[in-house]
């Protein structure tokens, strides 16, 4: 059984000297949430290579859970990425001093892939412990977004990976990058209550369940 949750953060990218992502994972590493470990990990910010430590992470530790990570300047709540989009259309260089535009992230795959975390019950769940959150319906077309996609299309293919769930969530700049902002402790808890949530949910109530028609 695997019995651990992998965590990724990005590097600084963009001319920053932090990244909030990699800082909040970094202090979740090695606690137990329900029986696992958590192995924070981080990842740089570059198309192709991101995704190649990506692939060498979860062959090494075959987590039940993979949560990536990545800072999103500009948004004020934790961003529960909803869907990866076959895209790279990147706004600035990578830190490698790659742009790719109108690129696509894996030949002959899907144009998309839905996140197979329980987003709406981590909304509830974080929202109840008042940290500011929202399901995010875009990731962007920059390094995230090919990382997400990457991580959705390797769990949908690999068959080592069956049974591994896994997402992406953004999160805000620190106080100290600029507005708006989140406190690290507010990020790092609410990372915590997200991993512990998406432990215990294992999928959304299918849309339109529960309605009359
Ligand atoms: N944020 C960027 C890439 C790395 C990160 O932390 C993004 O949103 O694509």
């Not at 990990?41 to 991101?50: E, G, R, W, Y």
């Not at 769930?165 to 915590?192: A, C, K, N, Y």
């Amino acid at each position: 059984m695997p019995n651990k949750i992998l965590l990724t953060g990005f590097d600084a990218f963009g001319g920053a000297t932090l990244n909030p992502s990699w800082l909040a994972v970094k202090a979740l590493h090695g606690r137990q949430v329900l029986g696992h470990t958590v192995v924070a990990a981080q990842l740089p910010t570059v198309f192709d290579a991101s995704l190649l430590e990506l692939n060498a992470l979860l062959k090494q530790h075959r987590p039940a859970l993979v949560i990536c990570v990545g800072q999103a300047g500009g948004r004020s709540a934790l961003s529960l990425e909803r869907v990866a989009i076959n895209v790279n259309d990147a706004p600035i260089a990578d830190n490698a001093g790659v742009q790719p535009v109108d690129t696509v992230v894996k030949q002959g795959a899907p144009a998309a892939y839905f996140t197979s975390l329980p987003i709406k019950a981590m909304l509830a769940a974080l929202q109840a412990q008042e940290i500011p959150a929202e399901v995010s319906q875009t990731a962007g077309t920059f390094v995230c977004n090919h990382v997400f996609y990457g991580l959705m299309h390797l769990l949908a293919t690999r068959r080592d990976l069956k049974h591994t769930r896994g997402g992406f969530v953004h999160v805000p700049w620190l106080p100290e990058q600029g507005t708006p902002s989140m406190p690290l402790d507010d990020i790092v808890r609410g990372l915590r209550l997200a991993v512990r949530c998406a432990m215990l949910v294992q999928h959304d109530a299918v849309l339109g369940a529960g309605t009359t028609s």
